[in-house]
């Protein structure tokens, strides 16, 4: 039988390609599903099924509820992003372990078996759902179930699986058995005095009146119960993972279907350097975890910034331990729902804990929407720290507009340089916010009073040359930026054949020509373009790519959206003219209604 892959998405998701869901290398083609599927609101489930054969694959779509096969009937559950179904034969060439956090996860791999040749198991994934045939699907919940469920030695095995939010350290798995040896390095695991944590009935050495204590070495000592306890104590309260690293867990049990004793045992078909190489590249990026829940970082006395709330345990917990009274929203309804957010009982809990709240949707991941809206969102906080709130800046993630909205008001309104700002927003709080939006931004509102110009104010010193003159002449410069042509600007012997004009710009594209003796020349030294009325005209482009998202050694492809601003000191009438906007703007809001005024 060959390998039967089958890839769960949740519904109402606009699927692009599916070829991301196998393995690199293999190619798989759509025989009547087409190349773009909108599934249904209603559906449950999309399931795409993929045998691949030599050379060739085929697709399939069929609806279908969680873990259940197409067709069946049955309530519909819930299905996470990252979880998938495989179908392979038996043996599955599949090692799994438990780890102290009482999850099952793949920890090998047995080269040349079936699990290897389905291309879409990765050493790391979580264990769902196990089994086949009559029995159905089994939930896993620690090796014994893993067992039951892959107790029949032939014919197909489901297995539901979830993939983990980061790559998976596997170089620094042991491949070998001994790993109860290895376990916390050999230090104390556990000390207690509750023998409900041992699985094992352990009497004392010595008789008396005190309650005995036990310390564990080894975590074959210890319960179901004691493994919970031991990953909890490792935890804390609002400790995430953002960066994209995902640590190994300890390992207290190890299980095959697999009876060869002298099976090879190894990640994958893939070389294991340049996964090493590829995780070290991904060191300091940022991913954003759902399951971890509701993740904040205290900024000042009144501001708190951090990912969205999730449910009404999350208010009541803003509400009574950071004493929060109002939350500054930016997520949008669709992403509400996408996340499986009850926007109306989060609403309803932040009444009845006295918490104002206020939704300003802003678009994830579009510079020229949070660009139009950053002063309002500015102006939102400074009214609310006004009235004295304590306040909650959220968006989805927590690493993009919430941050920018803060970056901007320490910048704006507290007269903060933006580096600065930037920095001691970042450095208290993991994120990565726009700032080519917050400079753009910047210049927006010094041009708000700027007697109607809202083109920004000159940005940068530019230098004219004329390398073609002699001494004694007469050499002048003029362009869009003299009046649209009118006026022209005397440029200045420097010696030789060179004569300079110096002119401050703004952000943009302008043409222009010398004035040599009477006559329009253009220099054939510097570029040149024709304009629509057949001209040939020099060309300068002012301005320069300020970003933080992506990196621009990691743009393989130039991104035709990419904003081009100039990011500078701003001189001290540009930071009056700035805190005057600003504080326009919020004194534009009305401070009952917290929207713009009539």
């Given at each position: 039988?060959?390998?039967?892959?089958?890839?769960?998405?949740?519904?109402?998701?606009?699927?692009?390609?599916?070829?991301?869901?196998?393995?690199?290398?293999?190619?798989?083609?759509?025989?009547?599903?087409?190349?773009?599927?909108?599934?249904?609101?209603?559906?449950?489930?999309?399931?795409?099924?993929?045998?691949?054969?030599?050379?060739?694959?085929?697709?399939?779509?069929?609806?279908?509820?969680?873990?259940?096969?197409?067709?069946?009937?049955?309530?519909?559950?819930?299905?996470?992003?990252?979880?998938?179904?495989?179908?392979?034969?038996?043996?599955?060439?599949?090692?799994?372990?438990?780890?102290?956090?009482?999850?099952?996860?793949?920890?090998?791999?047995?080269?040349?078996?079936?699990?290897?040749?389905?291309?879409?198991?990765?050493?790391?994934?979580?264990?769902?759902?196990?089994?086949?045939?009559?029995?159905?699907?089994?939930?896993?919940?620690?090796?014994?179930?893993?067992?039951?469920?892959?107790?029949?030695?032939?014919?197909?095995?489901?297995?539901?699986?979830?993939?983990?939010?980061?790559?998976?350290?596997?170089?620094?798995?042991?491949?070998?058995?001994?790993?109860?040896?290895?376990?916390?390095?050999?230090?104390?695991?556990?000390?207690?005095?509750?023998?409900?944590?041992?699985?094992?009935?352990?009497?004392?050495?010595?008789?008396?009146?005190?309650?005995?204590?036990?310390?564990?070495?080894?975590?074959?000592?210890?319960?179901?119960?004691?493994?919970?306890?031991?990953?909890?104590?490792?935890?804390?309260?609002?400790?995430?993972?953002?960066?994209?690293?995902?640590?190994?867990?300890?390992?207290?049990?190890?299980?095959?279907?697999?009876?060869?004793?002298?099976?090879?045992?190894?990640?994958?078909?893939?070389?294991?350097?340049?996964?090493?190489?590829?995780?070290?590249?991904?060191?300091?990026?940022?991913?954003?975890?759902?399951?971890?829940?509701?993740?904040?970082?205290?900024?000042?006395?009144?501001?708190?910034?951090?990912?969205c709330i999730q449910t009404e345990r999350d208010v009541k917990m803003l509400?009574?331990?950071?004493?929060?009274?109002?939350?500054?929203?930016?997520?949008?309804?669709?992403?509400?729902?996408?996340?499986?957010?009850?926007?109306?009982?989060?609403?309803?809990?932040?009444?009845?804990?006295?918490?104002?709240?206020?939704?300003?949707?802003?678009?994830?991941?579009?510079?020229?929407?949070?660009?139009?809206?950053?002063?309002?969102?500015?102006?939102?906080?400074?009214?609310?720290?006004?009235?004295?709130?304590?306040?909650?800046?959220?968006?989805?993630?927590?690493?993009?507009?919430?941050?920018?909205?803060?970056?901007?008001?320490?910048?704006?309104?507290?007269?903060?340089?933006?580096?600065?700002?930037?920095?001691?927003?970042?450095?208290?709080?993991?994120?990565?916010?726009?700032?080519a939006a917050i400079v753009w931004a910047t210049w927006d509102l010094i041009?708000?009073?700027?007697?109607?110009?809202?083109?920004?104010?000159?940005?940068?010193?530019?230098?004219?040359?004329?390398?073609?003159?002699?001494?004694?002449?007469?050499?002048?410069?003029?362009?869009?930026?003299?009046?649209?042509?009118?006026?022209?600007?005397?440029?200045?012997?420097?010696?030789?054949?060179?004569?300079?004009?110096?002119?401050?710009?703004?952000?943009?594209?302008?043409?222009?020509?010398?004035?040599?003796?009477?006559?329009?020349?253009?220099?054939?030294?510097?570029?040149?373009?024709?304009?629509?009325?057949?001209?040939?005209?020099?060309?300068?482009?002012?301005?320069?790519?300020?970003?933080?998202?992506?990196?621009?050694?990691?743009?393989?492809?130039?991104?035709?959206?990419?904003?081009?601003?100039?990011?500078?000191?701003?001189?001290?009438?540009?930071?009056?003219?700035?805190?005057?906007?600003?504080?326009?703007?919020?004194?534009?809001?009305?401070?009952?209604?917290?929207?713009?005024?009539?």
């Amino acid at each position: 039988m060959a390998p039967h892959l089958h890839l769960l998405l949740t519904p109402a998701l606009t699927v692009t390609t599916v070829v991301a869901a196998a393995a690199p290398g293999r190619r798989v083609s759509a025989s009547s599903a087409g190349p773009r599927l909108r599934v249904p609101p209603r559906a449950q489930a999309a399931l795409f099924s993929c045998s691949p054969g030599r050379g060739r694959g085929r697709l399939r779509v069929a609806a279908s509820a969680d873990g259940a096969d197409p067709g069946a009937g049955g309530p519909a559950g819930a299905i996470r992003l990252n979880e998938y179904m495989v179908t392979v034969d038996r043996p599955l060439g599949v090692r799994f372990a438990l780890g102290v956090d009482g999850r099952v996860f793949v920890h090998s791999l047995r080269k040349g078996g079936n699990a290897e040749k389905s291309r879409i198991i990765m050493v790391g994934d979580t264990l769902k759902k196990a089994g086949g045939g009559e029995q159905g699907l089994v939930t896993i919940k620690d090796l014994g179930d893993t067992e039951i469920a892959l107790r029949d030695k032939s014919g197909p095995c489901s297995l539901v699986l979830e993939r983990p939010f980061a790559p998976f350290p596997i170089h620094q798995l042991h491949q070998n058995e001994d790993y109860h040896l290895l376990f916390n390095r050999g230090q104390v695991s556990v000390a207690s005095w509750n023998n409900g944590l041992l699985s094992t009935n352990l009497k004392e050495s010595s008789t008396g009146d005190g309650k005995s204590g036990f310390a564990m070495f080894s975590p074959r000592l210890l319960s179901p119960q004691g493994w919970s306890f031991l990953s909890r104590e490792k935890g804390g309260s609002n400790q995430s993972s953002t960066n994209l690293a995902n640590r190994i867990t300890e390992i207290v049990g190890l299980y095959s279907d697999e009876d060869d004793v002298n099976a090879e045992w190894a990640h994958g078909s893939f070389p294991l350097e340049e996964y090493i190489k590829a995780l070290d590249r991904a060191k300091g990026e940022l991913y954003y975890n759902h399951s971890l829940g509701m993740q904040y970082s205290k900024i000042t006395e009144q501001i708190f910034v951090g990912s969205c709330i999730q449910t009404e345990r999350d208010v009541k917990m803003l509400s009574e331990t950071v004493g929060i009274t109002a939350v500054l929203n930016f997520q949008s309804e669709s992403e509400r729902i996408n996340w499986g957010i009850n926007s109306e009982a989060i609403n309803n809990s932040c009444r009845e804990n006295n918490i104002l709240m206020v939704n300003y949707p802003i678009r994830e991941v579009d510079s020229m929407d949070l660009r139009k809206k950053l002063p309002f969102c500015v102006g939102l906080l400074l009214r609310l720290i006004r009235k004295n709130y304590r306040i909650y800046v959220t968006c989805t993630t927590g690493y993009d507009r919430s941050p920018a909205c803060v970056i901007s008001y320490l910048h704006w309104v507290q007269d903060t340089p933006l580096h600065i700002a930037h920095k001691f927003i970042t450095g208290l709080h993991s994120c990565r916010p726009d700032r080519a939006a917050i400079v753009w931004a910047t210049w927006d509102l010094i041009a708000l009073v700027e007697n109607g110009r809202h083109d920004g104010s000159p940005t940068h010193s530019v230098c004219f040359v004329w390398n073609s003159g002699r001494e004694g002449e007469d050499v002048e410069l003029v362009g869009d930026f003299t009046s649209n042509w009118k006026d022209k600007v005397k440029c200045h012997h420097k010696g030789g054949s060179r004569y300079e004009a110096e002119v401050r710009l703004r952000h943009g594209k302008y043409y222009y020509k010398f004035i040599v003796g009477g006559q329009w020349r253009h220099s054939s030294s510097l570029p040149t373009e024709t304009d629509e009325h057949g001209n040939v005209n020099n060309v300068i482009r002012v301005g320069d790519i300020a970003r933080i998202r992506p990196a621009p050694s990691q743009l393989h492809i130039r991104d035709p959206t990419v904003v081009k601003v100039i990011e500078r000191a701003l001189t001290e009438d540009e930071r009056f003219s700035l805190a005057f906007a600003a504080r326009r703007m919020a004194f534009a809001i009305c401070p009952i209604r917290l929207s713009p005024k009539q």
